[in-house]
């Protein structure tokens, strides 16, 4: 028995992973997209470095967490972008107690900083991330972290997890929801350059997670300008949310776009989606 199979577990009981009931995962993708749009401006995509892997590559994505609303977002924009793969992904396993339809779309309950917690993110994370039909959807941190901090520091499992494998596509992915001009913010993802395992393969663990934070970080930079420059020009709109700044003042302002014969735009600012 090889070293990998010794570490994959290979003559141990397996843990499968819970199948992905679509209708049901249709159904929360789509109440997703209704309560971002009511939440959020718009919900926008850089179009630098939008990832390019092939339907026969494993996938792995690795995200910061700053905030509540990730999970939402990861879950959107990977269904958007590779909508025939099944996405899983780990979560709190009290958490999942409260949302126990939430196993059928695809989220693994753990517990974290136990033993056994680390076997399963292991065990489940080597099976999602080993099968082309698959993806696996961490927020590597392990804590919700403000995106301007650096380093970005990452929980030792990811870099455990890809020294399991042979081969895939590693891509790092940078979250910020910044106020622009409107009452409501923008939901901003980038992308960064893909990491295959294969040319990397004889990396330790550790080496594994110091080469992601890296990628992280140099990925959060590139939107933290592109956030700050507000430059919309270099964005992909996936989802349009609400504008305006809603109540009275808007009614007054549709009110007077029709007495003058203008149509009414309900954007505060000078953005556009």
Request: charged share 30%; proline share 7%; net charge positive.
């Amino acid at each position: 028995m090889s070293t990998k199979e010794r570490e994959r577990g290979v003559g141990e009981p397996s843990t499968s992973l819970p199948s992905i009931w679509r209708p049901l995962l249709k159904g929360f993708l789509t109440y997703g997209r209704f309560y971002m749009r009511r939440h959020f401006h718009a919900l926008r995509l850089t179009r630098a470095d939008r990832p390019m892997v092939g339907v026969d590559e494993p996938m792995l994505i690795y995200t910061n967490h700053p905030s509540w609303w990730d999970p939402m977002v990861i879950l959107a924009v990977a269904y958007r972008l590779f909508p025939r793969r099944d996405h899983y992904g780990p979560i709190d396993r009290e958490a999942l107690e409260r949302y126990g339809f939430m196993r059928r779309i695809g989220l693994l309950g753990i517990e974290p900083g136990t033993s056994s917690g680390a076997r399963r993110y292991l065990r489940w994370g080597t099976e999602a991330a080993s099968h082309p039909e698959r993806a696996f959807l961490v927020t590597a941190q392990g804590r919700f972290t403000d995106p301007r901090e650096r380093p970005a520091h990452l929980a030792p499992g990811l870099g455990h997890l890809v020294s399991r494998l042979d081969r895939g596509v590693v891509l790092p992915m940078a979250l910020e929801y910044p106020f622009w001009e409107e009452r409501l913010p923008e939901a901003l993802v980038r992308f960064g350059p893909a990491v295959r395992i294969e040319e990397e393969w004889s990396r330790s663990p550790s080496d594994w997670t110091a080469l992601f934070e890296d990628r992280l970080v140099e990925t959060q930079d590139l939107l933290a300008r592109d956030a700050r420059e507000r430059r919309v020009e270099r964005f992909e709109t996936l989802l349009e949310g609400s504008a305006g700044v809603g109540g009275v003042y808007d009614v007054w302002r549709r009110f007077k776009a029709l007495l003058t014969g203008r149509s009414f735009r309900p954007e505060h600012g000078t953005v556009r989606r």
